[in-house]
């Protein structure tokens, strides 16, 4: 099934043969979680631009949210994260992979270095399980490496501008779903 590409949506149609059985598949063909999560995610968004029509809402493009807000909402999921773990002690709910984007968005936004020792952190599971995470997503292309020019040793890492652009994107429809949702549960608490 080819990716949704931005500002398109998939039809009906392509998710009609789509069942466990092939989501199974796809999960046991050998792909890295990386490339299912975004195929999964594509799907998502598919049906979300889906349901949205069929509620007479236009598909909106990220470009109608401000940079500056989708990259303050993706920092605020980043310390929520952290806050669950004050909340919820001893609930182990770790995405090391969903950390790391968040920490790389930001990080780009800001146009800050960040060094794989600082990954590891953002990461908040052990440092070899961040490594693993950061070289596989590095293989995947959403994430990239680059040499740190003082010292050869070291390097940074940065999100792929491909990467970038869909948590913008990702952000900026999460600002409008809640605040449909919040419209939403104002009217009822209106009427």
Same mark, same amino acid.
């Given at each position: ?11 009906? =149609? ?9 989501? &199974? =598949?796809? $999960? ?10 975004? !195929?999964? =995610?594509?799907? $998502? !968004? ?25 990259? $303050?909402?993706?920092?605020? &999921?980043? %310390?929520?994260?952290?806050? %669950?773990?004050?909340? +919820? ?8 992979? #969903? ?10 936004? #800001? ?7 600082? +990954? ?12 693993? #995470? ?7 292309? +959403? ?24 948590? +913008? $994107? ?22």
């Amino acid at each position: 099934m080819p990716a949704a590409t931005s500002g398109h949506y998939r039809s009906h =149609a392509d998710f009609t043969g789509l069942d466990l059985a092939a989501l &199974q =598949a796809l $999960a046991g063909s050998g792909e890295p979680s990386a490339a299912i999560a975004r !195929q999964v =995610a594509d799907m $998502a !968004q598919g049906l979300a631009a889906l349901a949205d029509k069929l509620v007479g809402q236009p598909q909106a493009s990220s470009a109608d949210v401000a940079e500056a807000d989708c990259i $303050a909402f993706l920092e605020g &999921q980043f %310390r929520i994260r952290r806050l %669950r773990v004050r909340h +919820l002690p001893g609930l182990s709910l770790g995405e090391p992979a #969903w950390d790391i984007l968040l920490d790389l968005a930001v990080a780009h936004y #800001w146009r800050r270095e960040t060094s794989v020792t600082s +990954l590891c952190i953002a990461a908040d599971v052990p440092s070899t399980t961040a490594l693993r #995470w950061i070289n596989g997503m590095t293989k995947e292309g +959403l994430i990239v490496r680059r040499p740190c020019q003082r010292d050869g040793r070291r390097s940074f890492l940065g999100i792929s501008p491909e990467s970038y652009q869909a948590m +913008l $994107a990702l952000a900026a429809d999460a600002l409008r779903t809640g605040d449909r949702v919040r419209a939403r549960y104002q009217r009822s608490a209106a009427a």
